[in-house]
C-alpha cells in the first residue's frame, strides 16, 4: 500500500476510488454468493467489539510445541525424526504470526487515529484488500479480498488504518459472515459515518483441500449500514465501484 496516501486525509485523494490493491487472478470459474447479501449476520453485533478476549490460561510456549508434536505423531509420522526437529518450534512461531490479530483491539486501533472533518460526503472505499485468515471450524485457511466503504460523516481514517482493521478481524479464527460484520460494525461505531459497506470475497481451504473439495468457489459475504443500506443509490455506486463481486464471475486466489 503507498504509504503516502495516508496522510492526505482533508484533501480530495480520498475523493478518488483507491486502487491501492487492485487485481483478481482468475483460479476457477464458479463463485458462491451467500442468500442474504444485504443484511447477513444481522446479530453479530453484540460480540463483534473487540472479538475473543485473551485467553486466561495461555499455554506455554513448550507446551504449544509438544501440542505439535501430538499432532504429527496423530498424522501418523515421527516428530524425533531429523525432518521433524524443528517443525514444532517453526508452528508455533508460525501460529503467532497467524493469531496475531488476537493481540491488537480493533476499537482502539481506531478511536486512536480517526481525524475529525467537516464537509466531505463523498464515498471513500479500500478497494481488493488481499487478507489471510483462518476458518474457525478446521483452522483452514481463508484467503481473500475486503472492499470496505463508508460515507463520512464527521470522521475521517486513513486507509492504511482500515486496511489494519481488516488484517486485525483476520488474523483470528474467523467464519467470513462474522468477520465481515465484525469490519463493519466497528467502523460504524467508531466513525459514526453515515453509512457502512463491506464486502468480502474468499476462498476456503477447507472446502478446497478436503471436505466436498471444490476448487474455485468463492464465498461473498456482505454487510450494508447506513445509506449503503436505504438509498438504493449509494449501494449501486458502492457495487458499480467495487464490480459488484455478487454477480461477476471473476473469483481469485
Ligand atoms: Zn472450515
Redesign the pocket.
Known amino acids: 500500500m503507498p504509504s503516502g496516501v495516508d496522510g492526505g486525509l482533508g484533501n480530495t485523494h480520498l475523493h478518488v476510488l483507491t486502487r491501492a490493491i487492485i487485481g483478481r487472478h482468475k483460479l476457477g470459474n464458479q463463485q458462491m454468493t451467500v442468500e442474504k447479501p444485504f443484511s447477513l449476520v444481522e446479530d453479530a453485533r453484540s460480540d463483534d467489539a473487540d472479538g475473543p478476549s485473551e485467553p486466561v490460561d495461555k499455554p506455554s510456549r513448550e507446551e504449544a510445541k509438544e501440542a505439535v508434536r501430538t499432532l504429527l505423531r496423530w498424522a501418523g509420522d515421527d516428530p524425533d525424526r531429523e525432518g521433524l526437529k524443528d517443525t514444532p518450534a517453526r508452528v508455533v512461531s508460525a501460529y503467532e504470526e497467524y493469531f496475531d490479530g488476537y493481540n491488537a483491539c480493533p476499537k482502539t486501533l481506531l478511536e486512536r487515529t480517526f481525524e475529525e472533518t467537516d464537509g466531505y460526503d463523498e464515498i471513500v472505499l479500500l478497494k481488493g484488500i488481499r487478507f489471510e485468515s483462518h ?6 485457511p ?1 484467503i481473500g479480498r475486503a472492499h470496505v466503504a463508508y460515507l463520512p460523516h464527521h470522521r475521517v481514517i486513513g486507509i492504511s488504518k482500515l486496511a489494519r482493521l481488516i488484517e486485525v478481524y483476520a488474523k483470528r479464527l474467523q467464519i467470513q459472515e462474522k468477520m465481515t460484520a465484525q469490519i463493519a460494525n466497528t467502523i460504524d461505531d467508531i466513525l459514526q459515518p453515515k453509512g457502512v459497506a463491506v464486502v468480502i470475497e474468499a476462498a ?4 478446497t483441500t478436503r471436505g466436498i473439495h471444490k476448487p474455485g468457489v468463492n464465498m461473498v459475504t456482505s454487510r450494508m449500514l447506513g445509506a449503503f443500506r436505504d438509498d438504493p443509490t449509494t449501494r449501486r455506486e458502492f457495487l458499480s465501484m467495487i464490480g459488484s463481486p455478487a454477480t461477476e464471475h471473476a473469483p481469485f486466489a
Open positions: 476458518c474457525e471450524h478446521h483452522m483452514a481463508i476456503h481451504q477447507c472446502m
